[in-house]
Each structure stands twice: as structure tokens, then as C-alpha cells.
């Protein structure tokens, strides 16, 4: 079936910590992004990343697309990276994107 | 940011009336989506439109119609709103003119309650 999922569902840390998301996504999907949703409820694209490594900053993210799964990489957390990160592929031979549930990370200060 | 805005930005209606959502962009893009988004859903799509008056169907499209009658206009109509439409709805536009969507970009959202 098609499935992206998203691990782990929560995670606390404090202001300065590093966190890695994890993101699992089925044969039929392809080409994942990634989006964070802050606390006001904007979405906001933080990588298109069908492949490879790409960085913006403190966050980065690994794409295996031989494995399935995709890596988001968050260093040096701030209070302002709290929020639900989102991962999404897009339907192979559709114009779709179908998302995972997302993980909602907290940075405590 | 990529030029996208979405009107009303809140609303309040009553079961069984009709209720239109309105995404506007000034990007030029190709691909426009409808997501709804629900607590332990997710965001969830609901119709996608590919070129003026070319449209289809998501995951979630019973109760819902859509039209694109201009390349920076889509719309969303429920028909007859009932509870279960109670949501915040999302609008996104994705890939240039002309080409195949890749990087999504998303509207502020519409929270809409249905009574």
C-alpha cells in the first residue's frame, strides 16, 4: 500500500540538544519533502529531497532511496524549531502527496 | 514565501449550508490542492487541480467540489456542511507552469466550524 511513516511521534528536548526524525515511506511513493508546522499553524517547506543530502543552516536531511526512508537532521535546537515536522512523497504516476502523521517536537529552554 | 492566500480565514456555519473556500496565488503555478487537516489524520488531500477547468479527486473528496476557472483562483465548495467538515483546510500550490509538481507550498490555512 501506499504508507509514509514518521518516527518517533513526540520528542522533548532541551534548547540546544540535537534531534534526528525518521521518516519510512512504501514502494509507490517517491520524491519526499519536508514541512514544519509551528506552533501558529503556517506550513512550512523545508526540503524537497526525492535523493541525497541537502542542508539549510542547522537542519539537514539524508534521503536513502534504495531503503525507503528519509533523515531529518536538527542541531543546536532552539525554542523556535518547536512544532509538528511532516514528512511527504509523492504517489508514484500521480501528481499527489500523501504525508505521514508527523512528529511534534518540543525544545524546552 | 510563495504568494498564496486563502479567504475566509475563519468561519463559522450551520449544518446543511453551503460554504465556499477561496486559495489565490500570484506564483503562476500549475498544481493547486485542497488538504484538510484533522487531529490523528494528518493532512489529508481533498481535490488538486492540474490547468484551468482540469481537476480531480483525493482522498477525502465526498461532500466537496472544486473549480478553477483562472490559473491564481481555485475554490473549494461544500455543498451542504455537516460536522464532520469541521476542520482547517489548507491550500497548496506546487510546480511551474507547465511542468510536473515537485516542491508544494502551502497556504495560512482556514479554520472552519461547522455548527
Known amino acids: 500500500g501506499i504508507q509514509v511513516e514518521q518516527s518517533p511521534p513526540d520528542l522533548i528536548l532541551q534548547e540546544g540538544a540535537n534531534s534526528t526524525l525518521r521518516c519510512n515511506f512504501s514502494?509507490?511513493?517517491?520524491?519526499l519533502q519536508w514541512f514544519h508546522q509551528n506552533p501558529w499553524g503556517q506550513l512550512i517547506n523545508l526540503f524537497y529531497i526525492p535523493s541525497g543530502t541537502k542542508q539549510n543552516g542547522r537542519l539537514s536531511a539524508t534521503t536513502v532511496a534504495t531503503e525507503r526512508y528519509s533523515l531529518l537532521y536538527i542541531s543546536s535546537s532552539q525554542t523556535t524549531d518547536s512544532g509538528v515536522y511532516f514528512c511527504?512523497?509523492?504517489?508514484?504516476?500521480?501528481?499527489?502527496?500523501?504525508f505521514g502523521q508527523g512528529t511534534r517536537l518540543t525544545i524546552n529552554p | 514565501d510563495a504568494g498564496i492566500t486563502q479567504s475566509p480565514r475563519h468561519k463559522v456555519t450551520e449544518t446543511g449550508t453551503p460554504v465556499t473556500l477561496r486559495c489565490h496565488q500570484t506564483e503562476n503555478h500549475r498544481y493547486m490542492y485542497w488538504y484538510r487537516q484533522d487531529p490523528g489524520h494528518g493532512l489529508r488531500l481533498i481535490h488538486y487541480?492540474?490547468?484551468?477547468?482540469?481537476?480531480d479527486k483525493g482522498e477525502v473528496s465526498d461532500g466537496y467540489s472544486v473549480s478553477r476557472s483562472k490559473t491564481e483562483d481555485f475554490l473549494l465548495t461544500l455543498e451542504s456542511a455537516t460536522s464532520s467538515q469541521t476542520s482547517v483546510y489548507f491550500c497548496a500550490i506546487g510546480g511551474t507552469s507547465g511542468a510536473s509538481t515537485d516542491t508544494q507550498y502551502f497556504g495560512p490555512g482556514t479554520r472552519l466550524t461547522v455548527l
Open positions: 511527504a512523497g509523492l504517489i508514484q504516476g500521480a501528481q499527489k502527496l500523501v
Open positions: 487541480s492540474y490547468g484551468v477547468k482540469d481537476t
Open positions: 514502494d509507490s511513493v517517491n520524491n
